[in-house]
């Protein structure tokens, strides 16, 4: 189903508000909430969202476990483009998640090691009994988490190589896109899709087209987001901007 919304603060108060419930409902059987997480523009309004919950609101983040989808590589945790800066500075820093419960791919592994980071981070997912609720942005190649075209719809958690548009779209964090890292740790399509509830959000007229090839275009490895037309699972939550050439 496709949901749409008057801007993007509406629809990232609606994200932030189901995984508030979700949160809430496994505090109240004594269980973990597992968070599949985001970075870039996309989600930075529904993390807003939730500090604000967790601050006049009383909600707590003790249960809750994450996993975000991916990590450039290389990339020191310190620096200001990883993606473990981007998750303390709008989320982390500001809600009592315990440190141990974070999970974000590591981008200083030796990469002779990274498949068995790959490995290790799948078998975590499942031991926490896979993601609840996997928050998903689309980029202009059509790619969720960092899967790129001609990635596989089983895809697990690898080393890719980023679209040559991913990085030009990158360019202005790092200040050129010969600073972007070529490549990166990503999620992959299958992991994904084995979360139990996969919420993919769109704004701006900027992702109008893509959205459009994701939800209505012919499912195929050249748009990676058209696989989630195969799964059941899937919300697609969109402001009207994002969803103005949608038939
Ligand atoms: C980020 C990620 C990417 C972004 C996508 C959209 O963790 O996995 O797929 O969701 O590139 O980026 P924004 O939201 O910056 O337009």
């Not at 600073?179 to 990166?184: E, I, Q």
């Amino acid at each position: 189903p496709v949901s749409v919304y008057a801007d993007q603060d509406a629809g990232s108060i609606e994200i932030a508000a189901r995984i508030a419930a979700l949160i809430v409902a496994k505090q109240e059987k004594r269980e973990v909430a597992v968070l599949g997480l985001a970075t870039g523009a996309s989600p930075v309004k529904v993390y807003t969202e939730l500090v604000r919950l967790h601050k006049e609101e009383g909600l707590s983040f003790k249960n809750v476990v994450t996993f975000n989808l991916d990590e450039y590589f290389p990339m020191s945790p310190t620096s200001d483009q990883s993606y473990v800066r981007f998750m303390k500075r709008h989320l982390f820093d500001h809600v009592d998640i315990a440190e141990e419960n974070i999970h974000i791919p590591d981008g200083t592994i030796p990469v002779e090691e990274v498949h068995t980071f790959c490995e290790s981070y799948e078998h975590k997912i499942s031991s926490y009994g896979g993601i609840d609720i996997q928050l998903v942005g689309i980029g202009r190649t059509g790619h969720i988490g960092f899967n790129e075209p001609g990635s596989a719809p089983n895809s697990g958690t690898r080393l890719v190589t980023l679209d040559d548009l991913t990085r030009r779209d990158a360019s202005r964090d790092f200040g050129g896109k010969e600073n972007v890292p070529v490549k990166a740790i990503t999620m992959g399509v299958g992991t994904i899709f084995k979360a139990k509830k996969i919420l993919l959000m769109a704004w701006n007229e900027k992702k109008a087209a893509i959205v459009k090839q994701a939800v209505e275009g012919e499912i195929s490895a050249d748009i990676p987001a058209t696989y989630l037309q195969l799964a059941a699972q899937v919300e697609v939550i969109l402001d009207k901007d994002a969803a103005s050439l949608l038939t």
